[in-house]
């Protein structure tokens, strides 16, 4: 970092709400940053670095400049005629001696003559040239530093009481100290009751300074001062990446202690919260006794990262470990007693977790379904138990769709039945009240005690999924069945009663649930091959026979529900690297088959390369611009059939005989779902489209060769676009 016109700003204040810190953080510093920027007070290689530890929030930027340069500001006042009364000895109007005094300009008469002759015109207009004053560093950093905390994505703001006893102020914590240094001047800058100063804290317990205060005599110098006399690492990538690092070695000591390799848990989020409550991190570990992996080891991991904030060790196999990693925010010699009183604590969050693991498997599954009654779903559907009525009426429905006649699975559908019936009543379990993440897995623990099959109890679990982006989808097909039907009722149901998600808002994750709809549908070789639409019908319906005011489940509602998940499906297929024209190709056409999405896609971007594709293309175009000017109300163009004893030109029959091939050849391949080679054969129709259109006038006087042509073109054109609208391409 440049040793020169280095700027640091920190507010030092009590722990702040960790989840938000690292927020808290950037938002601070690029607020600071902006706002000096706006003002002209850094130059243009200038950069900035956030900091952000659980007692402060600061800023280090480099190349400052103490006062911003002058500027010329060119004002356009108005027209010469309003400006003045006399345009020749240039008398001024009162509406320009009004306009000027906006400028806090002195426009007495001794002044005004100065003034007018500073005055520019230009194409009739009058224009006021003023330069502006630089500001100095301290005004600006004021501003800056007032804007950045007004600016603050805070979760919840404080009101505390200042020193004096009588003022009160606001910010996310009480602040204590308020450091503004350029290099190793004092900026004199006051925010919530403070005056900035060099002085701030150290670590409450490691910093071995009187009172814990450190004085930073150097912006240049705050990361090691605060590192070496505070014991605070004040940079939270830093911090985070230490303590990364020292889990990791201290998951290779235990796994070389205990002969068997170990690994930590992947969870950034609990990574980044820990991060923020520590800083002077120290991996320690832990030890919980081996009875409580009798418990479905989902519950251990939860209790212990949710209630604890430690990290568990897993074996190769996925198996949890009785060793926990802990951060300590201290480093004494003997960290005996720390490990001890984390052993200590844990011990009853995981005798909880036992106890209602024990207490739950006392009572079946279907017992607790019974009660789903008592829990309310939503005021306009019903209770949860009329919701799950209605997803065992979908699933039962779904199966009856030819594609199941080609599945051979024995018992699919008692399995589908019962784990659809059951899917919810974990909800009732004291596990799944305690930890509502648990949802569906403790559903698949108690069914396997329960003694139903592994294809019911995988089901029960599975049929949230996918959960989240890149989360996996059901393992079965049970599984798949029930989520696709649970999800549709979800949907329906919410987009029936009006709650559609508005900009950023979506309470009920419909947008989750429609891409969930679109993968269960759309995945090659671990999807269901179903029809979008048929779906979409069994839903609502189902909706029309339980809800007694059911109008809303009309045709309009299914509209509204296609294009909700194909706006959705599309954002899939973007992310995976479809262009927008290749994606609106295909889903413009609303295609029932979500399953065969994948390969259409595929066959555009081989058609695309043809030499033909530019004017196949173009002739498409210029056949859907003849055919959009035919007024349905006068012809029906589905209802036209094509004469050939009414051709009159070779190029029309030419045309025709070639369109049949081509047909025939095409509809073949894609039945086969070889889509590649039906539209690489609509390459064989452009030389006789060109000379058609060369040597064929479709809007002859004669109605009937017109009406035939109209016929020969809405066939060309409903075969040109059978996979994919080429219009859109």
Same mark, same amino acid.
């Given at each position: 970092?440049?040793?020169?016109?280095?700027?640091?700003?920190?507010?030092?204040?009590?722990?702040?709400?960790?989840?938000?810190?690292?927020?808290?953080?950037?938002?601070?510093?690029?607020?600071?940053?902006?706002?000096?920027?706006?003002?002209?007070?850094?130059?243009?290689?200038?950069?900035?670095?956030?900091?952000?530890?659980?007692?402060?929030?600061?800023?280090?930027?480099?190349?400052?400049?103490?006062?911003?340069?002058?500027?010329?500001?060119?004002?356009?006042?108005?027209?010469?005629?309003?400006?003045?009364?006399?345009?020749?000895?240039?008398?001024?109007?009162?509406?320009?001696?009004?306009?000027?005094?906006?400028?806090?300009?002195?426009?007495?008469?001794?002044?005004?003559?100065?003034?007018?002759?500073?005055?520019?015109?230009?194409?009739?207009?009058?224009?006021?040239?003023?330069?502006?004053?630089?500001?100095?560093?301290?005004?600006?950093?004021?501003?800056?530093?007032?804007?950045?905390?007004?600016?603050?994505?805070?979760?919840?703001?404080?009101?505390?009481?200042?020193?004096?006893?009588?003022?009160?102020?606001?910010?996310?914590?009480?602040?204590?100290?308020?450091?503004?240094?350029?290099?190793?001047?004092?900026?004199?800058?006051?925010?919530?009751?403070?005056?900035?100063?060099?002085?701030?804290?150290?670590?409450?317990?490691?910093?071995?300074?009187?009172?814990?205060?450190?004085?930073?005599?150097?912006?240049?110098?705050?990361?090691?001062?605060?590192?070496?006399?505070?014991?605070?690492?004040?940079?939270?990538?830093?911090?985070?990446?230490?303590?990364?690092?020292?889990?990791?070695?201290?998951?290779?000591?235990?796994?070389?202690?205990?002969?068997?390799?170990?690994?930590?848990?992947?969870?950034?989020?609990?990574?980044?919260?820990?991060?923020?409550?520590?800083?002077?991190?120290?991996?320690?570990?832990?030890?919980?006794?081996?009875?409580?992996?009798?418990?479905?080891?989902?519950?251990?991991?939860?209790?212990?990262?949710?209630?604890?904030?430690?990290?568990?060790?897993?074996?190769?196999?996925?198996?949890?470990?009785?060793?926990?990693?802990?951060?300590?925010?201290?480093?004494?010699?003997?960290?005996?007693?720390?490990?001890?009183?984390?052993?200590?604590?844990?011990?009853?969050? *995981? %005798? #909880?977790?036992?106890? @209602?693991?024990?207490? !739950?498997?006392? /009572?079946?599954?279907? $017992?607790?379904?019974? &009660?789903?009654?008592?829990?309310?779903?939503?005021?306009?559907?019903?209770?949860?138990?009329?919701?799950?009525?209605?997803?065992?009426?979908?699933?039962?429905?779904?199966?009856?769709?030819?594609?199941?006649?080609?599945?051979?699975?024995?018992?699919?559908?008692?399995?589908?039945?019962?784990?659809?019936?059951?899917?919810?009543?974990?909800?009732?379990?004291?596990?799944?009240?305690?930890?509502?993440?648990?949802?569906?897995?403790?559903?698949?623990?108690?069914?396997?005690?329960?003694? *139903? %099959? #592994?294809?019911?109890? @995988?089901?029960?679990? !599975?049929?949230? /999924?996918?959960?989240? $982006?890149?989360?996996? &989808?059901?393992?079965?097909?049970?599984?798949?069945?029930?989520?696709?039907?649970?999800?549709?009722?979800?949907?329906?149901?919410?987009?029936?009663?009006?709650?559609?998600?508005?900009?950023?808002?979506?309470?009920?994750?419909?947008?989750?649930?429609?891409?969930?709809?679109?993968?269960?549908?759309?995945?090659?070789?671990?999807?269901?091959?179903?029809?979008?639409?048929?779906?979409?019908?069994?839903?609502?319906?189902?909706?029309?026979?339980?809800?007694?005011?059911?109008?809303?489940?009309?045709?309009?509602?299914?509209?509204?529900?296609?294009?909700?998940?194909?706006?959705?499906?599309?954002?899939?297929?973007?992310?995976?690297?479809?262009?927008?024209?290749?994606?609106?190709?295909?889903?413009?056409?609303?295609?029932?088959?979500?399953?065969?999405?994948?390969?259409?896609?595929?066959?555009?971007?081989?058609?695309?390369?043809?030499?033909?594709?530019?004017?196949?293309?173009?002739?498409?175009?210029?056949?859907?611009?003849?055919?959009?000017?035919?007024?349905?109300?006068?012809?029906?163009?589905?209802?036209?059939?094509?004469?050939?004893?009414?051709?009159?030109?070779?190029?029309?029959?030419?045309?025709?005989?070639?369109?049949?091939?081509?047909?025939?050849?095409?509809?073949?391949?894609?039945?086969?779902?070889?889509?590649?080679?039906?539209?690489?054969?609509?390459?064989?129709?452009?030389?006789?489209?060109?000379?058609?259109?060369?040597?064929?006038?479709?809007?002859?006087?004669?109605?009937?060769?017109?009406?035939?042509?109209?016929?020969?073109?809405?066939?060309?054109?409903?075969?040109?676009?059978?996979?994919?609208?080429?219009?859109?391409?």
């Amino acid at each position: 970092m440049n040793n020169t016109n280095t700027l640091l700003v920190e507010l030092c204040c009590e722990e702040l709400p960790p989840k938000a810190l690292q927020n808290l953080g950037n938002s601070f510093a690029e607020n600071i940053y902006k706002s000096l920027q706006k003002n002209d007070l850094v130059n243009t290689d200038s950069a900035f670095t956030a900091y952000a530890s659980p007692r402060r929030l600061s800023v280090i930027i480099n190349n400052i400049r103490k006062v911003s340069p002058d500027k010329l500001v060119q004002q356009k006042l108005m027209p010469v005629k309003i400006a003045f009364e006399n345009a020749e000895n240039k008398k001024p109007s009162a509406a320009l001696i009004k306009k000027l005094n906006t400028f806090n300009l002195n426009t007495e008469n001794e002044n005004l003559d100065n003034i007018i002759s500073q005055l520019r015109i230009e194409k009739e207009m009058v224009f006021f040239d003023n330069t502006i004053s630089g500001i100095d560093l301290a005004k600006g950093l004021q501003v800056a530093v007032e804007n950045a905390i007004s600016s603050l994505p805070i979760p919840k703001v404080m009101n505390y009481q200042l020193q004096d006893g009588w003022s009160s102020v606001q910010f996310v914590r009480p602040v204590h100290h308020l450091v503004a240094l350029l290099d190793n001047e004092i900026i004199p800058i006051s925010v919530l009751g403070l005056t900035a100063n060099n002085i701030t804290k150290g670590h409450r317990f490691e910093c071995k300074t009187e009172n814990n205060l450190i004085r930073i005599n150097n912006a240049n110098d705050y990361t090691k001062i605060l590192s070496e006399q505070g014991k605070v690492i004040a940079n939270f990538a830093d911090r985070k990446n230490i303590i990364q690092q020292q889990l990791n070695d201290a998951a290779k000591e235990v796994a070389n202690e205990v002969g068997e390799e170990l690994f930590i848990t992947e969870d950034d989020d609990l990574l980044n919260e820990v991060t923020a409550l520590v800083e002077y991190p120290n991996v320690l570990v832990g030890t919980f006794e081996k009875e409580f992996l009798v418990v479905p080891q989902e519950c251990l991991i939860l209790t212990m990262k949710t209630n604890q904030k430690y990290f568990p060790l897993l074996n190769k196999n996925g198996k949890l470990s009785n060793k926990f990693l802990l951060v300590s925010n201290i480093k004494p010699t003997d960290c005996s007693a720390i490990i001890d009183g984390n052993e200590r604590v844990v011990r009853p969050r *995981l %005798s #909880d977790a036992r106890f @209602f693991f024990e207490q !739950d498997c006392k /009572k079946t599954l279907e $017992s607790r379904g019974n &009660l789903l009654s008592k829990v309310i779903y939503h005021n306009k559907l019903g209770n949860q138990q009329q919701r799950n009525n209605r997803v065992v009426e979908i699933a039962k429905n779904i199966l009856n769709l030819p594609y199941f006649a080609t599945i051979k699975q024995q018992n699919l559908t008692e399995e589908v039945i019962k784990a659809t019936q059951l899917s919810k009543a974990d909800l009732l379990t004291d596990m799944v009240g305690e930890f509502p993440e648990l949802q569906g897995i403790m559903g698949r623990y108690y069914a396997q005690n329960d003694g *139903l %099959s #592994d294809s019911i109890a @995988f089901a029960i679990e !599975d049929h949230y /999924k996918p959960r989240f $982006s890149g989360d996996d &989808l059901p393992r079965n097909i049970v599984g798949k069945i029930v989520a696709l039907a649970d999800k549709l009722e979800t949907i329906t149901g919410l987009f029936g009663i009006g709650q559609l998600p508005t900009g950023d808002k979506d309470p009920f994750a419909l947008r989750r649930h429609a891409i969930g709809i679109s993968r269960l549908l759309s995945e090659k070789n671990n999807s269901l091959n179903l029809p979008l639409n048929d779906l979409l019908v069994i839903a609502n319906n189902v909706f029309k026979s339980n809800i007694s005011d059911a109008k809303e489940y009309s045709e309009t509602n299914l509209k509204l529900l296609q294009n909700f998940i194909y706006e959705r499906f599309a954002g899939i297929l973007k992310d995976q690297g479809f262009t927008t024209n290749e994606i609106d190709s295909i889903l413009s056409l609303q295609p029932s088959d979500l399953y065969n999405v994948y390969d259409k896609l595929n066959a555009v971007k081989e058609f695309k390369k043809l030499p033909e594709f530019e004017a196949l293309v173009a002739a498409n175009k210029r056949i859907y611009n003849i055919l959009k000017k035919v007024d349905s109300k006068v012809l029906n163009l589905q209802e036209l059939t094509i004469n050939e004893t009414l051709f009159s030109e070779v190029a029309e029959k030419d045309l025709y005989n070639i369109l049949n091939e081509v047909a025939t050849t095409s509809m073949q391949y894609y039945q086969q779902q070889d889509y590649t080679k039906s539209l690489i054969e609509l390459a064989k129709l452009k030389n006789n489209i060109d000379i058609f259109f060369e040597k064929v006038m479709v809007n002859v006087d004669d109605i009937n060769i017109k009406n035939n042509r109209l016929a020969l073109l809405n066939s060309l054109f409903a075969v040109m676009n059978k996979i994919a609208d080429l219009s859109k391409l």
